[in-house]
């Protein structure tokens, strides 16, 4: 059972299962869907995340305690496990195997369920669902050099059957599906990754198997300190201000997987636009108070740059801007935001 027992589910939204999920390369003849998935779920730099525990006895919380604050070293990020009401994050120990949503995904769960499920508890399995908590995948589905050849037949008989018991469907999404490269962070194909499953040869056919990395990798803490940086030195400065009405405002992406962030205050309810303009290809999320998540767009403006229209209430909001190609991916825009 060593070999099969340390599997997650990653939980996909409701609206998600129903259209096909252009975050993944399903190896479409045209080449890879233009959509920004795993991007698209990161949390904005430097967001407070309120972690409440829905059930569980203090030794298994006290694990959760123990390691989940590894990320933190690394990523600029701030988890308090103070139980609040209104957490973004809830955390249940039941009998439903080890899971979690992808990054901000927990934010569209309704309050009384959890985002993250810990059936066992241990060093490796709570850095790996927190790693899906701050917006990781599973290191097998990264397509970069991916040496893995699975013996599908194999992997298809082990996981169909007892403690798992996937469908095919769900097989093919955890195990075989892999990401399009312009929406991950990470780099190269990391074998010693937290993220990285664990299997026997047996499940595949060019002798490549995974022992249980229980520590974080130096690429898992390097991704996680360039994906929300400020941690460790380093950017991390706050967001620049931009007045509505005022114009475009001159900026760039210096660096491939920068985050530029926003903020302008809505004084009135109205209409909103916030839009970039430029040869740049540019992701944008829009959040309110207390970091939620109001919108996000890829290419509804001029070319190819995100635009988002959106009635807003009065308050302070921010805008995050990255490219859309987060590994190699640089240039200039100009950004705006106006009332209509
Ligand atoms: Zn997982």
Known sequence: MATTDKVCFD?????????????????????????????AKLWQNQTTLHIRFLNGSAQQKQIVRQFAPQWTEHANLTFVLDDAPTAQIRIAFNDDGAWSYIGTDALGIPANQP?????WQDEGVVLHEFGHLIGMIHEHQ?????????????????????????????????????????????????????????????????????????????????FAEKVYPGRNGGAGTGPVELSVFEGALEADIGQPGEEDLYKFTARKAGRYTIETE??????????GPNSTLIAQDDDSGIDRN??????????????????????AGTGTYSIKVGRS
């Open 11 to 39: 939980r996909i939204l409701p609206n998600e299962v129903y259209r096909p999920h252009p975050g993944r390369m399903l190896m479409l003849p045209g080449g890879p869907a233009r959509a920004a998935f795993e991007i």
């Open 115 to 119: 985002t993250m499920n810990f059936g």
């Open 142 to 222: 990264n397509p970069s050099a991916n040496p893995i050849q699975w013996n599908k037949q194999a992997v298809i008989q082990a996981l169909s059957g007892p403690p798992n018991n996937w469908d095919p469907a769900t097989i093919q999404h955890n195990m075989f599906d892999k990401y399009d490269l312009t929406q991950l962070n990470g780099s190269e194909f990391d074998p010693a990754s937290v993220m990285l499953y664990s299997f026997p040869q047996t499940w595949t056919l060019n002798g490549f198997h995974s022992e249980a990395n229980d520590v974080l990798s130096q690429v898992d803490m390097s």
């Open 278 to 287: 430029g040869p740049t290809d540019l992701i944008m999320k829009l959040f």
């Open 306 to 327: 995100p635009r988002i229209v959106t009635q807003l209430t009065p308050g302070e909001y921010t805008v995050q801007i990255r490219h859309y190609n987060t590994t």
